[in-house]
């Protein structure tokens, strides 16, 4: 462990735990576990994609891709909003742009690392993962072109988002299910079927290979724009993204050469489905069924960017949204100090890192359309739903006045270039291998699925 090039620290005990693909504090406490990476210094190498950043990644090897995010300056959609410095992190598919995301979404930046992980840390072990599309999409496009396998569970109104651009004689190592229900009712099926022999499950916002991928945004902007950002804008779904904007620029303040100021982070949910939005109006660190999602079933369905709509986001969890946004919050009537999250994740605090105000919107389907209209007409490339809701927020937060024109801004273009990429590519749907008509966990065919699995695995 002397010479691993990083460990992880459980954000509860402060211990230092060895990674085996390790998601939870051997303790038992119920936090996030963070990656802690010797070089404090992140040198920005070239021509590997994402892996550039491999210093800040929890993998030893890197994967030969072109996947990787860009940071620029707009201009057009800039000078419509009246902002001096806003800059536009792209994650997706815009060859002028040089970024050249064939899944179209920051899930790309998740998935690499994190098969690479499971193979490096976990050995033989086979991923399962859920999602509401975006992320299964994304290890599915990794899954076809590494042949590392993936089973891939989701709901079967999502099935339309699964497709891959490798022809489908590369599917072979995609074990692709589907349920009956919405992405929680994926996640809990996953949970089961990933405690059979040989399989892992993923992990989500504990995984922390999901989390320091997804920071290669942060990374990416940082070195382009010289500088952290005054503001921080994402749209939020279990909140993995933003939780790992907040922890990448933790370390970029450590690092020492981008500044010393902790940005605003502002996030936003698509209205009707908003939980964490609801919570947080309410000032509270826990998120209440009966209060943050009624009519769950309805709200979801009626959402422009359903790829938004967990039900169990990484809201109070010890590391979580809630401590990201009450940790940049002012001093008075705080819940916890400020420093504490900070506090245990370096090996010393931050110093001048002043409290700032953690912000949270709640965008209406009207709101994302009008932005995402007025996004493409300027910037000239297409978004996904979800991208289209961190625009309408910050056009919201400058006709409140919470962003002052001047300011420079970071907004996380989080998925977009669908339009575009067709244009050049064919897309090929993923077969399903199962279709699992219950979404009641007691009534799951546990035996048929395992025998499926077996035969999946002694294929491969
Ligand atoms: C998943 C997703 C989000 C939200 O990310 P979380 O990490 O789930 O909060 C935002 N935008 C796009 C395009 C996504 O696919
Ligand atoms: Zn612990």
Redesign the pocket.
């Given at each position: 462990m002397q010479n691993a090039k990083y460990h992880l620290r459980c954000l509860e005990c402060g211990k230092i735990i060895p990674d085996r693909y390790t998601n939870t504090c051997p303790e038992g406490h119920d936090c996030l576990l963070r990656t802690v990476y010797n070089r404090k210094r992140i040198r920005k190498l070239s021509g590997k994609g994402m892996f550039n950043y491999i210093d800040w990644l929890p993998v030893e090897e890197m994967l030969p891709v072109n996947t990787n995010p860009i940071t620029y300056k707009s201009e057009e959609l800039g000078k419509e909003l009246g902002l001096e410095n806003l800059y536009l992190s792209f994650s997706g598919y815009w060859p002028e742009k040089g970024v050249f995301m064939k899944t179209c979404?920051?899930?790309e930046l998740e998935a690499l690392p994190t098969l690479l992980r499971a193979k490096e840390r976990a050995g033989e072990k086979i991923l399962v993962v859920a999602s509401a599309g975006?992320?299964s999409r994304a290890f599915a496009e990794v899954s076809s072109l590494t042949g590392m396998p993936v089973v891939a569970i989701v709901p079967r109104s999502c099935i339309y988002r699964m497709w891959t651009t490798t022809e489908p004689e590369n599917h072979d190592s995609i074990f692709l299910i589907t349920v009956d229900g919405d992405y929680s009712d994926a996640i809990a099926t996953s949970k089961e079927i990933a405690r059979r022999e040989g399989l892992l499950e993923e992990g989500g916002v504990r995984n922390v290979a999901r989390r320091d991928g997804m920071g290669v945004v942060e990374l990416e902007a940082a070195f382009s724009m010289k500088v952290l950002p005054d503001y921080y804008f994402q749209?939020?779904?279990?909140?993995?993204?933003?939780i790992a904007a907040w922890e990448t620029f933790i370390r970029l303040i450590d690092d020492g050469r981008f500044g010393r100021k902790m940005p605003r982070m502002v996030i936003s949910q698509n209205l009707p489905f908003a939980p964490m939005f609801s919570a947080w109006q309410d000032g509270r660190a826990e998120i209440i069924a009966d209060k943050d999602m009624r009519n769950a079933e309805v709200a979801i369905k009626e959402m422009y960017a359903d790829?938004?709509s967990?039900r169990n986001p990484a809201y109070s969890i010890k590391g979580g949204v809630y401590d990201m946004l009450a940790s940049t919050k002012p001093l008075q009537g705080l819940r916890i100090n400020p420093y504490r999250v900070f506090g245990v994740v370096g090996a010393e605090p931050l110093h001048g890192a002043e409290p700032h105000n953690g912000k949270m919107y709640g965008i209406t389907n009207e709101e994302c359309k009008r932005a995402e209209k007025l996004f493409e007409n300027t910037e000239g490339i297409d978004l996904?739903p979800?991208?289209s809701v961190a625009v309408a927020s910050l056009i919201k937060a400058l006709e409140e006045g919470y962003v002052k024109k001047e300011a420079t801004i970071l907004l996380n273009v989080?998925?977009g270039g669908y339009k575009r990429l067709k244009k050049e590519f064919k897309m090929y749907e993923i077969e399903e291998r199962m279709e699992l008509k219950s979404n009641s966990l007691g009534q799951l065919p546990l035996d048929e699925i395992e025998g499926e699995l077996k035969e999946f695995v002694r294929a491969l």
């Open positions: 979404t920051f899930k975006n992320t749209a939020v779904g279990s909140g993995t993204g933003a790829v938004l967990t996904d979800a991208a989080t998925g």
